[in-house]
């Protein structure tokens, strides 16, 4: 059994107790990087 493992870009910036204009910034940067669902939202690692 797979656990998901992804989670959304308001969780993560939740978690990380940054802004999501950071996240989107960072990950424009390549400083952290998202994955894209098939519609175009970032999902990040938990771990």
């Known amino acids: 059994m797979q ?10 910036s939740k978690q990380l107790g ?12 390549g400083m952290l990087v998202a994955e894209r ?4 939202h970032r999902r990040y690692d938990k771990y």
């Open 37 to 40: 669902t098939l519609k175009g």
């Open 18 to 29: 940054v802004s999501i204009s950071t996240l989107r910034r960072w990950d424009k940067s």
């Open 3 to 12: 656990i998901n493992r992804l989670i959304s870009i308001n969780e993560a």
